[in-house]
């Protein structure tokens, strides 16, 4: 059995291992974990980039071809387009979006087969309507939730010609509360885009992002919409930044600011970034500081376009 002296040895160290293994002592070669919280603002988000399906859509080209392409450029991430129903487009493999009534993991298997990541899925329907809206959102959140997409992005959509201002915010709220309800549970996000007639402006955006508390809604960013609007994008986005999930990296050429700026709420896509007059330094620099990291999904319409947009935040961001 040993001497006492060896029996007091060993009740010692069982006693220094019982207490190291409760976190009371720490043999002095291995460093405690730092507990210290980091200090606010001292953490920069990182900026990441993809590109929206939207580049390959005149190309008469499948989905599986067009996630081929942006692996191809460069691209991390991609957004697909999502729609209810079927069309004879994409079921022919001449266009790029992929109905909810399909595998889910058909979007997960060609975006794993080309080695890049989803930033989220384009699902816009009108929240207005929510004999529309309210079921795409809760199939869209499903249908993210099991390819592997984080976020879901969506707008207001046109409102009904006969429907007051007021109604319009409780027809809204419906849609978005019965979505948030699914996404909440599924960790999915939804991204309000600044794209229609109440979207247009900064308190518009905030308004229809407050009609439900919930952690699931937050903002989808889109620089070319807000500015087509006229309003100042820098200071916009500043304004949701800490509610920002994702951003449309939308570019305005010279020629369309002249011709459209102030007339219209949005545009399904712009020229390249970098060709026009979004300060893409100065977003860059904004988004650094939102509270989670955000992917610039890149709308513009053309695969060449979409190599100089890479190339251009590419340079930016280093």
């Not at 974990?33 to 190309?59: C, L, Q, W, Y």
């Not at 699902?123 to 309210?134: F, V």
């Not at 019965?178 to 247009?200: D, F, M, N, T, W």
Request: hydrophobic share 35%; charged share 25%; proline share 6%.
């Amino acid at each position: 059995m040993g001497s006492a002296a060896d029996r007091m040895t060993r009740r010692g160290l069982l006693k220094v291992a019982g207490a190291a293994a409760g976190g009371m002592l720490l043999p002095r070669d291995v460093p405690a974990e730092d507990k210290t919280p980091e200090p606010k603002g001292t953490r920069m988000a990182k900026v990441s980039i993809g590109v929206n399906m939207e580049f390959v859509r005149h190309d008469d080209k499948s989905f599986e071809w067009g996630v081929a392409k942006a692996a191809e450029l460069g691209y991390e991430y991609v957004e697909p387009m999502v729609h209810w129903g079927r069309e004879l487009l994409s079921e022919a493999g001449y266009f790029h979006s992929v109905s909810m009534l399909d595998d889910p993991f058909r979007i997960k298997r060609a975006c794993e087969k080309a080695g890049i990541k989803l930033s989220g899925l384009s699902s816009h329907t009108p929240l207005i309507k929510p004999e529309i809206g309210t079921e795409y959102l809760k199939q869209a959140v499903r249908f993210a939730a099991e390819c592997g997409a984080p976020v879901i992005n969506s707008d207001e959509g046109p409102k009904p010609a006969w429907t007051t201002e007021e109604e319009d915010f409780v027809l809204m709220r419906y849609t978005l509360h019965e979505a948030a309800a699914l996404a909440e549970p599924r960790g999915i996000l939804i991204g309000i885009e600044p794209h229609q007639q109440y979207s247009k402006t900064p308190a518009g955006l905030d308004r229809i992002c407050k009609l439900v508390d919930s952690k699931a809604i937050g903002i989808n960013f889109d620089t070319g919409n807000s500015y087509l609007a006229g309003q100042d994008p820098l200071k916009w986005l500043e304004r949701v930044l800490p509610r920002l999930v994702h951003l449309h990296a939308k570019d305005i050429s010279t020629q369309q600011s002249e011709k459209e700026r102030g007339k219209v709420t949005g545009t399904p896509v712009g020229c390249a970034c970098g060709d026009g007059v979004i300060e893409w330094k100065k977003v860059i620099e904004i988004c650094r500081q939102a509270p989670r990291d955000i992917v610039f999904s890149v709308e513009c319409g053309t695969i060449e376009q979409a190599e100089r947009s890479l190339k251009h935040l590419r340079g930016l961001l280093r």
